[in-house]
């Protein structure tokens, strides 16, 4: 659906609604600031108040109309303008009527774009987006920069907007749905840094090459004094084109021109000039694709100034975001870990490379209708045992069981919930072992989202070590 983007300069007086208040920040966000700007905000959401009470209490002092648990077409007629949540399909008849309507379509992101007086940097890729942001966020404040760290990570930023300062610097996460909203708007940021592309919310975008196309927005309107961080390791990256500055980081190969690892060490040649940042071994996050994360983030933070003895403490410091390869407990020298944020294949697939000890795996969830071949593969080679759960448990079980060259294949069980999962793993762990929840795919239908399930997660964990013997 094509939508027509319209310049509103001022929002004082105009009748606008929000449509997806959600629990993630976003909706909240737009409600405040547009109702502090003056305007006549109505709130609509299919989730019911009770499931939105959360959010709702943030709202609790201002003037805005609430219609929850369903839609009302009025509110899509007879208004100036609709701010969309991400996640609302673009399918929705009710974004539909809005268009044919001729009703402003946009979004919290893209109304922050087009008003933050600060330069935007921009982080978006299939996986590694929170940890790269969160990171570089960390290496910016370390340096004495004022830094606004938000986006897709959880935290709106419009309400903020006031505070920010033109020589402040602002950290996005963007996904996928924001850069279709951004996309309208034809702007992407100052720096971008794009982690990796692999498949990823095809029951979305219905195509890779849709995936591909939206995904480039981040870098697709940037001018020549501009910058995208790309990662060389990444085929369809090192294919990608800007007008600014293309810079790459790579995991795998030494780079005339861009950031690279050697010897534990962090070499970014950049304009005629070698920056060595010193990690030796006191990483604190897991896995090769965390070292290109920590590359990522360290090319933006040279190129916002920060000096290196910054970098490199915040990266010494930096211990990881929950729900991404985060250590949960040990319970009888079996260690357990929470990665409920990899909700693709190629991030599960990093988790199970991330570890070096026998692993037992769970994974499985909803269907996002992504490949899970080389996903199965990777359990067929570097796992002891998988436990599968969800709407996508047989399909991956089918698919080990299929492969042929392999003479050893992991032990494989089917569980009705994650509290089954975990109870199974820690009977079939012994010491010196790693179980690892890393699903390769989104919690829906099981969860409200995948923070739901890595907490329910390490609440079952701690269970068990409440039952195990001393």
């Known amino acids: ?63 805005v109309k609430f219609r929850l648990g369903k839609h009302f077409e009025e509110d899509f007629v007879s208004t100036d303008m609709l701010v969309v949540s991400p996640a609302v399909p673009n399918d929705s008849r009710f974004l539909q009527l809005a268009f044919e309507n001729n009703i402003c379509i946009d979004s919290e992101l893209s109304i922050f774009f087009r008003l933050c007086p600060a330069p935007i940097i ?87 090459e849709n995936y591909i196309s939206i995904k480039k927005t981040i870098i697709h309107y940037q001018q020549e004094d501009d910058y995208a961080i790309t990662n060389y390791d990444d085929p369809i990256l090192k294919k990608w084109e800007t007008k600014g500055h293309q810079l790459w980081f790579s995991a795998t190969k030494e780079l005339e021109h861009g950031a690279f690892l050697r010897n534990n060490e962090i070499i970014i040649n950049h304009n005629s000039k070698s920056t060595v940042i010193p990690c030796s071994t006191q990483i604190n996050i897991k896995g090769i694709h965390n070292w290109q994360n920590i590359m990522a983030a360290s090319y933006a933070a040279i190129l916002m100034h920060a000096d290196v003895e910054s970098i490199k403490n915040a990266i010494t410091g930096f211990t990881g975001l929950e729900h ?24 599960a697939i990093a988790g199970v490379k991330a570890f070096d000890s026998p692993t037992i795996l769970i994974a499985g969830g909803y269907d996002k209708q992504v490949s899970l071949h080389q996903f199965a593969q990777e359990c067929a080679r570097n796992t002891k045992c998988v436990i599968l759960i969800g709407n996508t ?78």
């Open 393 to 470: 448990a047989k399909t991956i079980q089918t698919l080990i069981q299929d492969i042929k060259e392999k003479k050893r294949k992991p032990e494989v069980y089917m569980a009705a919930s994650l509290d089954e999962s975990v109870r199974k793993a820690s009977e079939v762990a012994e010491p010196g072992d790693i179980v690892l929840l890393s699903p390769a795919c989104a919690s829906f239908g099981m969860f409200a989202n995948y923070e739901e399930r890595g907490k329910k997660f390490k609440e079952f964990v701690r269970h068990i070590v409440a039952e195990a013997p001393c």
């Open 324 to 347: 991404r390869l985060e250590y949960a407990q040990s319970i009888n020298e079996v260690q357990y870990y929470n990665d409920s944020k990899a909700t693709t294949p190629e991030a």
């Open 122 to 208: 921009g982080v978006t890729g299939s996986n590694g987006k929170s940890t790269t942001t969160s990171l570089l966020g960390e290496m910016l404040k370390e340096a004495g920069i004022k830094t606004w760290v938000g986006g897709n990570i959880g935290i709106s930023l419009l309400e903020n907007l006031e505070e920010i300062k033109p020589d402040d610097v602002v950290v996005l996460e963007i996904s996928s749905f924001q850069l279709e909203y951004l996309a309208m708007i034809e702007m992407s940021p100052h720096i971008s840094i794009v982690t990796n592309i692999a498949p990823n919310h095809l029951d979305r975008h219905e195509t890779m």
């Open 1 to 63: 659906m094509n939508k027509r983007p319209v310049e509103i300069e001022s929002f004082k007086g105009k009748k606008i609604t929000v449509m997806g208040l959600g629990l993630f920040g976003g909706g909240v966000g737009a409600v405040k600031y547009l109702a502090s700007q003056g305007a006549d905000v109505t709130v609509t959401d299919l989730k019911s108040a009770e499931e939105l009470s959360a959010s709702l209490k943030l709202l609790d002092d201002l003037a």
